[in-house]
């Protein structure tokens, strides 16, 4: 007989995405980001296409950048930082994303957003929307919602996946 507790297809996916995020060298948020084929795909259904996390660009040392959150503008992280769902956009290296899904372990500023839009991705399948009143979320969601992208928030059936090496 077959086994029947393995997981779905979402849940693989964001185990994907949030393995990814633990990748990331910040030491205050880490996320991580899968982009997957759509239905009607050349790829086929859900293959993973590209997979990112939150960090500096390839060539820019984390050693030599700040990862401090507050102070003067280029003192802080946010000037420097890739985040999860642009880096995997980037890594894609030109693959074709329309129609595809992309895996969230948080939900995309304004300026993901912009790049989900533009690369094709028709649907965010987000874990924690927990910067939902911030206006990077506000504007995000209006963006999404007017380029008709799909957003849906993943609920785990259970917290953990446990991994065993």
């Not at 030491?27 to 790829?43: D, H, L, R």
């Not at 420097?80 to 992309?102: C, D, F, P, Q």
Request: glycine residues 8%; neutral net charge; proline residues 4%.
């Amino acid at each position: 007989m077959k086994r029947n507790d393995y997981i779905s297809w979402d849940e693989y996916f964001m185990g994907v995405a949030v393995l990814a995020s633990k990748r990331s060298k910040d030491p205050n948020t880490q996320v991580g980001a899968c982009i997957v084929s759509g239905e009607n795909s050349s790829y086929g259904k859900n293959v993973i296409i590209s997979t990112g996390y939150n960090g500096f660009p390839c060539g820019c040392s984390d050693d030599e950048y700040p990862w401090e959150r507050e102070g003067n503008t280029n003192d802080t992280k946010y000037p420097y930082v890739v985040h999860a769902e642009l880096n995997a956009i980037l890594n894609a290296h030109g693959k074709s994303l329309i129609g595809t899904k992309i895996y969230v372990a948080l939900f995309p500023c304004n300026e993901c957003a912009k790049a989900i839009i533009q690369s094709g991705i028709k649907e965010v399948i987000y874990l924690s929307d927990k910067y939902s009143n911030a206006e990077s979320t506000i504007s995000s969601k209006r963006m999404l919602h007017s380029a008709g992208v799909k957003l849906t928030q993943f609920i785990p059936k259970d917290k953990k996946i446990i991994l065993e090496f």
